[in-house]
C-alpha cells in the first residue's frame, strides 16, 4: 500500500470521525486509466466480434443469456443462504 501511496495512486489520510482508521482512495488518474483500458477492450472486442459469422454469435448471445441465468440464480442462492445463516441462533430457525 505505501508503494501505490507514494506512486500518487492512492490516497491516504486519518479518519477525521475515527482516528484509529485510515481512509484510502484511489486517485483520478487510476479512473483515468481504467476508464482508458475499458474503452481499448470494447474497440477490440467489437473488432473481434466483427469478423464473426451471424450465426455463431446467434450461438454466443444464446450461450451468455444462459451462463447470466445461471450466474443469478446462484447470486440468488447465495443471498437466501446469507439470510438463513444470519437468523440461525444456536442452530435453531
Known sequence: MDKLVRSGLLGREINSADRRSVLITVKPVVHNFL???????????????KSCPLDELAQMDKASESFIRHL????????????????DVGGVQ
Open 35 to 49: 476508464a482508458e483500458f475499458d474503452r481499448n477492450a470494447q474497440a477490440h472486442l467489437l473488432e473481434l466480434l
Open 72 to 87: 443469478e440464480i446462484g447470486l440468488m442462492k447465495d443471498a437466501d443462504m446469507g439470510r438463513q445463516s444470519s437468523t
